[in-house]
């Protein structure tokens, strides 16, 4: 069954520290696998795209890995912000059925 | 550019009630169109999409429909609206084929918060 699961469910931080969440998935075959960043009350915004042969990619603040052999992704964020404050979304799409089938989502909250 | 509107940005409604919700996009001709809900604590569950005018594909069984009347108008809509059917109802659109290639991904319309009470 296409799965995608991330953790932790929340996180609360200090402003100006780092972090990272993590999204394991199960979708097979595998087409890409995109963050999203939604604020609350908002819909989702897109964060970046990985490819299976891309590792590393980064957006500003932003840096995303992909394992694409354990099936694992990873969004770090620096230097942590207020308005980093939101829950992050990991979604895979699968070449298979065209399908993209979405986390439940990391809630971030960073503190001043 | 292309925007994606939705509203209401929040609506509460009685059990029994009809439903209405549109999105409609602009700055683009011939999306696809797509229909989600987010359910608490759930990953977004999509439950319709149009590649065209008056084309609906319905993902699961549900209580609610979708209609396309215009090229870049969405409509979800309800006769009855049950209490399972709160949540976060979110737009989104991508621009070309579908399956829309790999590289597309969606462009979300900002949600609207659904409570039936």
């Known amino acids: 069954k296409n799965q995608v699961e991330q953790s932790p469910q929340s996180l609360i931080i200090l402003e100006g520290k780092n972090c990272t969440l993590q999204?394991?998935?199960?979708?097979?075959?595998?087409?890409?696998l995109r963050w999203y960043k939604q604020d609350t009350g908002r819909g989702p915004v897109s964060l970046t795209i990985?490819?299976?042969?891309?590792n590393t990619k980064s957006n500003g603040r932003y840096t995303a890995t992909l394992d694409a052999d354990t099936k694992q992704s990873s969004l770090h964020i620096t230097a942590s912000q207020l308005s980093d404050s939101a829950s992050y979304i990991c979604v895979v799409r699968s070449s298979g059925t065209y399908k993209y089938i979405f986390g439940t989502g990391t809630r971030l909250k960073v503190l001043a | 550019s292309q925007t994606i509107h939705q509203w209401p940005a929040t609506l509460v409604q009685p059990v029994g009630s009809p439903l209405s919700l549109e999105c409609t996009v602009e700055?683009?001709?011939?999306?696809?169109l797509y229909w989600y809900r987010q359910a608490a604590g759930r990953g977004l569950q999509l439950l319709f999409y149009?590649?065209?005018?008056?084309?609906i594909s319905s993902e699961v069984p549900q209580n609610l429909s979708a209609s396309r009347p215009q090229d870049r108008q969405f409509i979800l809509s309800s006769k009855k609206l049950l209490l399972s059917d709160s949540g976060f109802y979110l737009c989104?659109?991508?621009?070309?084929?579908?399956?829309?290639?790999?590289?597309?991904?969606?462009?979300f319309g900002s949600g609207t918060r659904l409570t039936v009470v």
């Open positions: 149009s590649v065209g005018i008056g084309q």
């Open positions: 700055g683009t001709s011939n999306p696809n």
């Open positions: 999204c394991n998935y199960t979708v097979s075959p595998f087409s890409n």
């Open positions: 990985m490819t299976f042969s891309e």
């Open positions: 989104a659109w991508i621009q070309g084929l579908h399956p829309p290639l790999s590289s597309y991904g969606y462009t």
